[in-house]
């Protein structure tokens, strides 16, 4: 690759969803701003080998991006309202400052993960237009069809672009429900990428690490929200336990049988500092209480038990802030550890009438689990059975082969 | 909606596995057969004997011509299928996914005419 050629892919790492989000900020215009920055990007392949890379490259780019769009826009004038074009066209005519691009990359992620936005779409939408994934990608980290992503993704520019959708931090009064849609969307990017526990597919174990440099966006650029420290904390937690999930031969390795010296300590130390800051604002959240949890089990590390009571209580404390059956299912698991499992099965049988937890293999794979416990040998075999049946990960697959086997 | 998962693999791969593991391999396939049942959504499902048992027939202007093999020459060969009934698609992959034949070679995921 020449030189030139790297410049331009290394500046569209480097600033891609920045230059989206002043381009569309001003215009509401997504779809907009990313084709004319896809023009800027390949005038920029043709152009540079010849003269050169510019000291400035995103101000380039951002400049011709700038011209695309006010082209773009006479074309559409006589349909509108043309002094509402004037303006905009002087707006964007300006030439940009290089010293002091501004970035809007937070209000365009507020806008990303807007309420009037399908909440499916929230995630894929962050992914396109901040950090430039396209939408094959998305699709197939998501487990949805191509045609079908593609087609959320378009709806969704349109609706920002159609019903107006404001390029803006809320206020004080809106801030937490709409932080909430953020964070959740972010949330979302990170455990898809979890999910591909071998780490094996480089588009997912991308996905995991994308998601994480959004979370430190949002913290760096709202340091006051104690939720966006706790998720943070929380993805940086799990994230450093990522190379334990498997041993030398490519075997998972459940949480209670991974090798701490394994763990990414530093990664542990930086999450539980942003945990400790995030509980100065005495405002716990769901991410916060999560993050604890991780937190809990990060204590082996000192060659400490696990608390499994205070493990208890943060479920408790998650299930009051936002009931979910997969949290009551977690609260169950764990409660065997204090209670033993004859009590964590009552509260599962509890669960089992829940219809999102009857295709969930994690519920098979934790009744099973405390049914060999309690002696029940072939009701066990019959629930790992379920679990085997439902997991798409090989090698979990054949994990819970292996214990269906020791029965 | 009904959709065939078609299950494409290279045979060489199962050829070369142990015998322990093609044991838990079927017992994989017994097990997603079995979750699938649970989960009411199974209309059918057959596993193929190998490609090389396989017999093709094309009739040219007029004349019958009958092949030996599989028509179509590639190392994935099909397998096998299921045939589910899910809401959508999305759930359809969902499905496609957790088949243990997605873990080594591909599961095509087909929408069905409805009749």
Same mark, same amino acid.
């Given at each position: 690759?020449?030189?030139?050629?790297?410049?331009?892919?290394?500046?569209?790492?480097?600033?891609?969803g920045?230059?989206v989000a002043?381009?569309a900020a001003r215009t509401g215009d997504v779809a907009g701003a990313e084709?004319?920055?896809?023009?800027?990007?390949?005038?920029?392949?043709?152009?540079?080998?010849?003269? +050169?890379?510019?000291?400035?490259?995103?101000?380039?780019?951002?400049?011709?991006?700038?011209?695309?769009?006010?082209?773009?826009?006479?074309?559409?004038?006589?349909?509108?309202?043309?002094?509402?074009?004037? *303006? /905009?066209?002087?707006? @964007?005519?300006?030439?940009?400052?290089?010293? &002091? @691009?501004?970035?809007r990359r937070l209000e365009l992620l507020f806008a990303c993960a807007h309420p009037g936005i399908d909440r499916q779409a929230h995630a894929p939408l962050m992914l396109q237009t901040v #950090?430039?994934?396209?939408?094959?990608?998305?699709?197939?980290?998501?487990?949805?069809?191509?045609?079908?992503?593609?087609?959320r993704l378009v709806r969704a520019k349109a609706k920002i672009r159609q019903a107006g959708i404001g390029f803006r931090v809320p206020g004080p009064a809106e801030l937490p429900p709409r932080l909430d849609s953020v964070l959740e969307a972010i949330y979302a990017a =990170?455990?898809?990428?979890?999910? $591909? +526990?071998?780490?094996?597919?480089?588009?997912?174990?991308?996905?995991?690490?994308?998601?994480?440099?959004l979370?430190?966006l949002v913290?760096?650029l709202l340091?006051?929200e104690?939720?966006a420290? +706790?998720?943070?904390?929380?993805?940086?937690?799990?994230?450093?336990?990522?190379?334990?999930?498997?041993?030398?031969?490519?075997?998972?390795?459940?949480?209670?049988?991974?090798?701490?010296?394994?763990?990414?300590?530093?990664?542990? $130390?930086?999450?539980?500092?942003? @945990?400790?800051?995030?509980?100065?604002? *005495?405002?716990?959240?769901? =991410?916060? #209480?999560?993050?604890?949890?991780?937190?809990?089990?990060? !204590?082996?590390?000192?060659?400490?038990?696990?608390?499994?009571?205070?493990?208890?209580?943060?479920? $408790?404390?998650?299930?009051?802030?936002?009931?979910?059956? !997969?949290?009551?299912?977690?609260?169950?698991?764990?409660? &065997?550890?204090?209670? +033993?499992?004859?009590?964590? /099965?009552?509260?599962?049988?509890?669960?089992?009438?829940?219809?999102?937890?009857?295709?969930?293999?994690?519920?098979?794979?934790?009744?099973?689990?405390? #049914?060999?416990?309690?002696?029940?040998?072939?009701?066990?075999?019959?629930? =790992?059975?379920?679990?085997?049946?439902?997991?798409?990960?090989?090698?979990?697959?054949?994990?819970?082969?292996?214990?269906?086997? /020791? @029965? | 909606?009904?959709?065939?998962?078609?299950?494409?693999?290279? %045979?060489?791969?199962?050829?070369?596995?142990?015998?322990?593991?093609?044991?838990?391999?079927?017992?994989?396939?017994?097990?997603?057969?079995?979750?699938?049942?649970?989960?009411?959504?199974?209309?059918?499902?057959?596993?193929?004997? %190998?490609?090389?048992?396989?017999?093709?027939?094309?009739?040219?202007?007029?004349?019958?011509?009958?092949?030996?093999? %599989?028509?179509?020459?590639?190392?994935?060969?099909?397998?096998?299928?299921?045939?589910?009934?899910?809401?959508?698609?999305?759930?359809?992959?969902?499905?496609?996914?957790?088949? %243990?034949?997605?873990?080594?070679?591909?599961?095509?995921?087909?929408?069905?005419?409805?009749?």
């Amino acid at each position: 690759m020449t030189s030139a050629a790297e410049a331009a892919e290394a500046a569209a790492r480097r600033s891609y969803g920045k230059l989206v989000a002043i381009l569309a900020a001003r215009t509401g215009d997504v779809a907009g701003a990313e084709d004319a920055l896809s023009e800027a990007f390949g005038a920029a392949l043709a152009d540079w080998p010849v003269r +050169g890379v510019p000291a400035t490259a995103e101000a380039w780019l951002l400049t011709v991006a700038r011209r695309r769009i006010v082209d773009a826009v006479r074309r559409r004038q006589q349909d509108d309202d043309a002094s509402r074009h004037f *303006a /905009l066209l002087e707006e @964007l005519a300006e030439p940009a400052d290089a010293n &002091a @691009l501004p970035d809007r990359r937070l209000e365009l992620l507020f806008a990303c993960a807007h309420p009037g936005i399908d909440r499916q779409a929230h995630a894929p939408l962050m992914l396109q237009t901040v #950090l430039g994934f396209d939408a094959g990608t998305i699709a197939s980290a998501f487990l949805v069809a191509p045609a079908a992503m593609g087609q959320r993704l378009v709806r969704a520019k349109a609706k920002i672009r159609q019903a107006g959708i404001g390029f803006r931090v809320p206020g004080p009064a809106e801030l937490p429900p709409r932080l909430d849609s953020v964070l959740e969307a972010i949330y979302a990017a =990170y455990a898809e990428g979890w999910t $591909d +526990g071998g780490g094996a597919d480089p588009r997912r174990r991308n996905l995991a690490e994308e998601a994480i440099w959004l979370g430190r966006l949002v913290a760096a650029l709202l340091p006051g929200e104690a939720e966006a420290l +706790g998720l943070l904390a929380l993805m940086l937690h799990a994230h450093a336990r990522r190379a334990a999930r498997r041993d030398a031969r490519g075997e998972y390795v459940p949480i209670a049988a991974q090798e701490v010296s394994r763990w990414d300590a530093a990664m542990i $130390d930086e999450a539980e500092g942003l @945990l400790h800051r995030a509980n100065a604002f *005495a405002s716990p959240g769901r =991410y916060q #209480l999560e993050a604890a949890l991780q937190s809990a089990h990060s !204590v082996r590390r000192a060659g400490a038990p696990v608390p499994w009571a205070a493990i208890v209580g943060l479920y $408790d404390a998650l299930q009051a802030l936002s009931p979910s059956p !997969v949290t009551a299912l977690n609260r169950a698991v764990a409660s &065997a550890e204090v209670q +033993g499992p004859a009590a964590a /099965l009552a509260a599962l049988d509890a669960l089992g009438s829940d219809a999102r937890l009857r295709d969930y293999q994690p519920y098979w794979a934790a009744r099973a689990e405390l #049914l060999a416990r309690a002696g029940h040998a072939a009701q066990a075999r019959a629930a =790992y059975e379920r679990a085997i049946g439902l997991e798409r990960d090989e090698a979990v697959r054949r994990f819970l082969q292996q214990r269906a086997a /020791l @029965l | 909606m009904e959709y065939m998962l078609l299950i494409h693999s290279d %045979p060489t791969g199962w050829a070369s596995l142990t015998e322990t593991q093609r044991a838990q391999g079927l017992a994989a396939y017994g097990a997603y057969t079995e979750a699938l049942r649970k989960a009411e959504v199974l209309r059918g499902s057959n596993r193929l004997r %190998p490609a090389d048992a396989s017999t093709t027939v094309r009739v040219r202007e007029g004349k019958t011509e009958v092949l030996n093999g %599989p028509f179509i020459e590639t190392r994935e060969q099909l397998g096998g299928y299921y045939l589910i009934d899910v809401t959508d698609l999305d759930a359809a992959l969902g499905w496609a996914a957790r088949c %243990p034949g997605a873990s080594h070679g591909s599961v095509e995921v087909r929408p069905v005419w409805a009749m």
